[in-house]
T-cell receptor
């Protein structure tokens, strides 16, 4: 396993369409995080999972956003009825789940809503 | 609410210069602090992690320090090279059950040949 993998790398969609992103974490990592990064800013926390349980969601995660992590393996992030303001880089990270462990990030999915 | 600030926002230096990037945070209740590198359009690469009980970490030409009581960290890059050009982000791990990262806005570094 070489690291966190995200697909697709780029996604262009029309406003109002639904999109889904996938994240495959490092295999032994229990914790999986989603972040969103807009141009010129640092990433902002969206949500995280411990195994299959989604334990926290940011206020940034509107009702149009949903995330899942079935069986505690890969995760998906779906955005319904996309808006232009959803255009951003969506980053996934994983960690072992202990407080002293590094977070490892994927290459991100860049979403452009036109 | 934790806030992380990075200064300067952008930096341009000639090749070979030693440089310091600064990071400050408002709440000292952190587990650790990480420095990341981000190339344009790419994800984040972890450079150094400093535990809250540590004062510094070194990796090659990089040295990061942490003063938790004053809410400050620095990333020192020795003998900079054009390949070091990237955005450098610092992030603190919140002392809550989520262990989520709170990021600064980054410092964009350009090392001129």
């Amino acid at each position: 396993d070489t690291g966190v993998s995200q697909n697709p790398r780029h996604k262009i969609t029309k406003r109002g369409q639904n999109v889904t992103f996938r994240c495959d974490p490092i295999s032994e990592h229990n914790r999986l995080y989603w972040y969103r990064q807009t141009l010129g800013q640092g990433p902002e926390f969206l949500t995280y999972f411990q195994n299959e349980a989604q334990l926290e969601k940011s206020r940034l995660l509107s009702d149009r956003f949903s995330a899942e992590r079935p069986k505690g393996s890969f995760s998906t992030l779906e955005i319904q009825r996309t808006e232009q303001g959803d255009s951003a880089m969506y980053l996934c990270a994983s960690s072992l789940g202990f407080r002293d462990t590094e977070a490892f990030f994927g290459q991100g999915t860049r979403l452009t809503v036109v | 609410k934790q806030e992380v600030t990075q200064i300067p926002a952008a930096l341009s230096v000639p090749e070979g210069e030693n440089l310091v990037l600064n990071c400050s945070f408002t709440d000292s209740a952190i587990y650790n602090l990480q420095w990341f590198r981000q190339d344009p359009g790419k994800g984040l690469t972890s450079l150094l992690l400093i535990q809250s009980s540590q004062r510094e970490q070194t990796s090659g030409r990089l040295n990061a320090s942490l003063d938790k009581s004053s809410g400050r960290s620095t990333l020192y890059i020795a003998a900079s090279q054009p390949g070091d050009s990237a955005t450098y982000l610092c992030a603190v791990t919140q002392m809550d059950s989520s262990y989520k990262l709170i990021f600064g806005s980054g410092t964009r570094l350009l090392v001129r040949p």
